[in-house]
Nanobody, 126 residues
Framework: QVQLVESGGGLVQAGDSLRLSCAAS????????TAWFRQAPGKEREFVSF????????YYADSVKGRFTISRDNAKYTMYLQMNNLKPEDTAVYYC???????????????????WGQGTQVTVSS
């Protein structure tokens, strides 16, 4: 069993940066592919970014490509999301997720993940 805890959210202005962290319990985290999703009020949860257990071969939603960077430190059982040039439309609760499978072909689908954090709120004012 893996528990995920997000942190780093907050209230910022458009153009600012934030770094989210997702801390995991359990050494098995280092073998789990992981991802970030977000959910804005009244909208469905949407994919943001994916990183394999190895840390190489990342993917991003078009809406965040070039502004967000996903990374992970398996020695610290932690995943990160560096968010730069934030926009009001980035406002959402951000969730980290992990899959027990070594490979996740449908990495942008929330149904591919077995473990979820409780979420951290990111609010971007204009």
């Amino acid at each position: 069993q893996v528990q995920l805890v997000e942190s780093g959210g907050g209230l910022v202005q458009a153009g600012d940066s934030l770094r989210l962290s997702c801390a995991a319990s359990g050494r098995t985290f280092s073998t789990y592919p992981t991802a970030w999703f977000r959910q804005a009020p009244g909208k469905e949860r949407e994919f943001v970014s994916f990183i394999p257990w190895s840390g190489t071969g990342t993917y991003y939603a078009d809406s965040v490509k070039g502004r967000f960077t996903i990374s992970r430190d398996n020695a610290k059982y932690t995943m990160y999301l560096q968010m730069n040039n934030l926009k009001p439309e980035d406002t959402a609760v951000y969730y980290c997720a992990a899959s027990r499978e070594l490979r996740v072909p449908r990495f942008s689908s929330s149904s591919s993940y077995n473990y979820w954090g409780q979420g951290t709120q990111v609010t971007v004012s204009s």
